[in-house]
């Protein structure tokens, strides 16, 4: 479903260039629950960013369901992520000022293929899927670290996105959060088939995993089935 061929992307800042991405290629597959992991520094979030085209590499392609997605213009670029990719971030990224219903009705809410009606019955049903319904009309502030991560993956999910990708969506939450996040992206792949690409550096969310690709400056130093996934 993804097909990444070597790709780069160099920072250059001065004289000095970083080489953040090195050549990576790899190919994704749909249903696949895909853990990035390695060091600080390692390029993950590099790479993450231009799967999700939030960013564009140096060099190299990337083709998501036959679509070579380097050739498409900006206006292309955010259609497809506004109807095919989902994103979630270590900080949440939700807006302070708008209700939990609200937040996760967003990206429905910018499509034009969706009624209001729809809209609402989806946020309504994802949020029911969370557990978090009760607090519909309370402010992301009044909710807790792991209550807040939840009603972003709700919000990613709100238009069945094809690929969801996730940086570090633990890194601000307990061991205790953390596991109901990753039980719930676990749910979510198990029962929609999403495919989720996330990344981590904490050893003990590999169990979740169905594949981890190591990487190290820039380059894959492993990509593996993960015999300990459960
Ligand atoms: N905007 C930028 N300008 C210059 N260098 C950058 C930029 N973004 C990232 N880099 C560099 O690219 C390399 C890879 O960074 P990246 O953020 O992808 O690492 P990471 O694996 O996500 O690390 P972490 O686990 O700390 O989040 C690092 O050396 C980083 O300093
Ligand atoms: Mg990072």
Redesign the pocket.
């Known amino acids: 479903m993804i097909e990444i061929e070597d790709l780069r992307k160099i ?1 250059r ?1 001065g004289d000095i260039e ?1 080489k ?1 991405l090195d050549g990576v290629t790899l190919d994704i597959e749909k249903g696949e629950f895909l853990g990035i992991m ?1 060091a ?7 790479l993450l960013h231009m799967l999700g085209l939030l960013d564009e590499p140096t060099s190299g392609r990337i083709v998501i369901e036959g679509n070579d997605v380097s050739r498409f213009s900006e206006y292309e670029k955010t259609m497809f992520r506004l109807y095919k990719l989902g994103y979630v971030f270590q900080d949440y990224a939700l807006v302070p000022d708008l209700t939990v219903m609200e937040n996760v009705s967003l990206p429905a809410m910018l499509r034009k293929d969706r009624t209001e009606e729809q809209t609402k019955k989806d946020s309504f049903g994802i949020l029911q899927r969370i557990g978090l319904c009760d607090r519909r009309d309370h402010l992301p502030r009044e909710l807790s670290g792991g209550q807040q991560q939840r009603v972003s993956i709700a919000r990613a999910m709100v238009n069945k996105p094809e690929i969801l990708f996730a940086d ?1 969506p633990c890194a601000n939450l307990d061991s205790e959060n953390s596991a109901m996040v990753l039980d719930l992206f676990h749910e979510i792949n198990e029962e929609m088939k999403q495919t989720i690409v996330m ?1 981590s ?1 904490e050893d003990w969310h590999k169990k979740y995993f169905h594949r981890i690709v190591r ?1 190290k400056d820039g380059k894959v130093i492993s990509d593996g089935r993960n015999e300990t996934h459960h």
């Open positions: 920072y800042m970083v953040a390695g600080s520094g390692s390029g993950k979030t590099t570090e990344v550096h990487l």
